[in-house]
């Protein structure tokens, strides 16, 4: 069985990763289920493990170093984080297969409310087409990232997880190179034009979880 956990208003992210961390070594001792839990953060960059000091562009909000993978990205009001804990000695310890799911999961969420999330070589995440703006200055297509992958492993145990924009402000992007990726932007939901709230996201990432996490 897997635990769904909804919280209100903001968690602190020294709060959640205590959370985590407890819950996942609960997991590991078989005493505790596995767990989704939704939070928003107040405005606030990680750095994942991959994280160059050279991408974090201005330090307007605290920065808390995580043992996620990843880079700089940036959490805050608005923005739906589904933190995963599952068992991957019993899901299949295959760390890309996990990292796909994820990424399929959140792919069939957005199609939900018709939005087409596309995953890239060497972009971990998943990204919009915005054939409505301008083309890069190299002629490429313009493309905005929607939603942010980075995982941790302890024990097959996985913590972190992914963010999904709902209605960010996207001008807090502005701290970081987000993801250690240039030329490319951000977009939410709102941003492309959907009145989706977060109660609306949490309805599609609950119908669509199974399909890639069975059990």
């Excluded at 990680?46 to 909000?61: E, H, I, K, V």
């Amino acid at each position: 069985m897997v635990e769904w956990i909804a919280s209100t208003g903001l968690t602190g992210y020294e709060q959640a990763v205590a959370f985590m961390e407890s819950r996942v070594a609960g997991i590991a001792a078989g005493q505790a289920d596995e767990t989704v839990w939704l939070v928003e953060h107040p405005p606030l960059y990680t750095a994942g493990t991959s994280a160059r000091p050279a991408d974090l562009l201005d330090r307007r909000f605290p920065v808390h170093a995580t043992g996620r993978g990843g880079q700089y990205t940036y959490h805050g009001p608005g923005q739906r984080i589904a933190y995963v804990m599952l068992d991957l000695n019993r899901r299949g310890r295959d760390v890309r297969a996990f990292v796909q799911a994820l990424e399929r999961w959140v792919i069939d969420a957005l199609d939900e409310f018709g939005i087409r999330g596309e995953i890239r070589q060497g972009r971990v995440g998943v990204w919009v087409a915005r054939p409505d703006l301008p083309p890069l200055p190299d002629g490429q297509m313009h493309e905005d990232k929607i939603a942010a992958i980075g995982v941790k492993l302890r024990k097959w145990i996985s913590f972190h997880g992914l963010s999904i924009n709902v209605e960010p402000d996207l001008g807090h992007y502005g701290g970081i190179v987000p993801c250690g990726i240039s030329g490319h932007g951000v977009t939410s939901l709102v941003d492309l034009g959907l009145p989706v709230g977060m109660a609306d996201l949490d309805v599609a990432l609950r119908a669509t979880f199974a399909r890639h996490f069975p059990g």
